[in-house]
T-cell receptor
Framework: GAVVSQHPSRVICKSGTSVKIECRSL??????MFWYRQFPKQSLMLMAT?????????EQGVEKDKFLINHASLTLSTLTVTSAHPEDSSFYIC?????????????FGPGTRLTVL | AQSVTQLGSHVSVSEGALVLLRCNYS??????LFWYVQYPNQGLQLLLK??????LVKGINGFEAEFKKSETSFHLTKPSAHMSDAAEYFC??????????????FGTGTKLQVIP
C-alpha cells in the first residue's frame, strides 16, 4: 500500500514560536492532501484541504493565517502553526489522496503530537 | 451535508467474543462508507470501505461490515475478538460526487477494549 510520512512525530515548543509539520507521500503523487486535528479522546476534524500549486481551502472556523499550508510539490505538504499557544496543542494528522485512480482511498500519516508550553 | 453517529464511545468484549461496533450515517446522496482503526499515537489505517456493489464488505484482520441503506447503517463486526483488536475505531462517510475520497467526515470514534 501507499505510504504517507509525517515529520516530526513529536514536537514541544514554547508559546509564541512557530512550528512546521511536513507530510510526504513516499511512493505516489498527490495533488490533494488533507490536514486534520485530533484532540484527546475526540475524532478527527478536517482543518483544510491542501492543493498542489494553489491556495489551501480551509474549513469554517480554522484561521488560515495561523495555520499556514504550503503544497509546493506533488509529494509534500507542510502545515505551519504560527505563534503557537497552549490551546494549539493537539495531534495533527495528514492524509493524501493519490492521483492514480487505482488507489481508491486516502492514506493517512502517522500523526504529529504538538505540545505548546 | 453528511454526518456519522457511532453509538457507544467505549465497547468492551471478552477475547473470542463477537465484536459489534455500530455506525449510522446521514447523507443526501448514496455515500461511500469507511471504517478506520487507530492505535495509540498513530495515524489511521483503513479496515474496509463500501463504495458500490456488494453490501457486505470484508476487510483486513477478519472484520466485515454491511451497508444497509434502509437502516442507514454500516455496522462493523468480527466473529471473534483478539487482544490485538483493542484500539479506537472510526466510521467515516464521504460524498462520491465530491471526488469520492475527499472531504471525509468522521464519527466520534469507539474505543474497543478486549478483556482476556
Amino acid at each position: 500500500g501507499a505510504v504517507v510520512s509525517q515529520h516530526p512525530s513529536r514536537v514541544i515548543c514554547k508559546s509564541g514560536t512557530s512550528v512546521k509539520i511536513e507530510c510526504r507521500s513516499l511512493d505516489f503523487q498527490a495533488t490533494t492532501m488533507f490536514w486534520y486535528r485530533q484532540f484527546p479522546k475526540q475524532s478527527l476534524m478536517l482543518m483544510a484541504t491542501s492543493n498542489e500549486g494553489s491556495k489551501a481551502t480551509y474549513e469554517q472556523g480554522v484561521e488560515k493565517d495561523k495555520f499556514l499550508i504550503n503544497h509546493a510539490s506533488l509529494t509534500l505538504s507542510t502545515l505551519t502553526v504560527t505563534s503557537a499557544h497552549p490551546e494549539d496543542s493537539s495531534f495533527y494528522i495528514c492524509s493524501a489522496n493519490p492521483d492514480d485512480s487505482r488507489y481508491n482511498e486516502q492514506f493517512f500519516g502517522p500523526g504529529t503530537r504538538l505540545t505548546v508550553l | 451535508a453528511q454526518s456519522v453517529t457511532q453509538l457507544g464511545s467505549h465497547v468492551s468484549v471478552s477475547e473470542g467474543a463477537l465484536v459489534l461496533l455500530r455506525c449510522n450515517y446521514s447523507s443526501s446522496v448514496p455515500p461511500y462508507l469507511f471504517w478506520y482503526v487507530q492505535y495509540p499515537n498513530q495515524g489511521l489505517q483503513l479496515l474496509l470501505k463500501y463504495t458500490t456493489g456488494a453490501t457486505l464488505v470484508k476487510g483486513i484482520n477478519g472484520f466485515e461490515a454491511e451497508f444497509k441503506k434502509s437502516e442507514t447503517s454500516f455496522h462493523l463486526t468480527k466473529p471473534s475478538a483478539h487482544m490485538s483488536d483493542a484500539a479506537e475505531y472510526f466510521c467515516a462517510v464521504s460524498d462520491p460526487n465530491s471526488g469520492g475520497y475527499q472531504k471525509v467526515t468522521f464519527g466520534t470514534g469507539t474505543k474497543l477494549q478486549v478483556i482476556p
